[in-house]
């Protein structure tokens, strides 16, 4: 006696891997990162300034004996400068000079949660109406009905393109 194989019945489909990123609010607007390029996130205080740089650089911290320079990213997004609040808080990433590793300060309203999110609910940026440079933006992230904007970091905080400002 043979037997037939049954079809499959169609599994979920494949939404490719989730990635994390962490949230964070800036100017009322929620924003995304990689968590891979995310080393921590420490309390806002006291900076020391720095002559001569760019508005979108708010000064440098001492993390551990090291200096780090502290970028403000709604400046940096060519908005106003980021008023500190209760909130307000420092994400230290990883970016890259030279193929060099770089420690950067954010300077962010305040940090939401780690989130989950497939690749296939990634969509390309948007061609205009963006409140930030296109090229800034890795792709919105659709969340339940939201959309979030997911940040391209080794282009809105490129370390060469910065230094040129200066």
Not at 106 to 124: C, G
Not at 127 to 147: A, C, E, K, L, N
Request: some cysteine; charged content about 20%.
């Amino acid at each position: 006696m043979q037997t037939q194989n049954a079809p499959t019945p169609p599994g979920p489909v494949d939404q490719g891997p989730a990635l994390q990123y962490l949230t964070f609010s800036l100017g009322g607007e929620v924003f995304a990162m990689d968590i891979r390029c995310v080393r921590e996130i420490i309390q806002h205080g006291s900076m020391t300034m720095v002559p001569l740089m760019p508005d979108f650089v708010r000064g440098v911290i001492n993390l551990r004996g090291a200096v780090v320079p502290v970028i403000d990213l709604q400046a940096r997004f060519g908005r106003e400068r980021a008023q500190v609040g209760k909130k307000t808080c420092i994400v230290i990433f990883d970016g890259t000079v030279d193929d060099e590793k770089v420690e950067l300060g954010l300077l962010v309203d305040a940090v939401s949660e780690v989130i989950d999110i497939a690749q296939s609910h990634i969509e390309p940026a948007p061609q205009f109406g963006t409140s930030i440079r296109r090229d800034f933006i890795h792709g919105m992230g659709r969340v339940g009905g939201d959309f979030i904007v997911i940040l391209a970091p080794e282009r809105a905080l490129d370390i060469n393109e910065m230094a040129a400002l200066t």
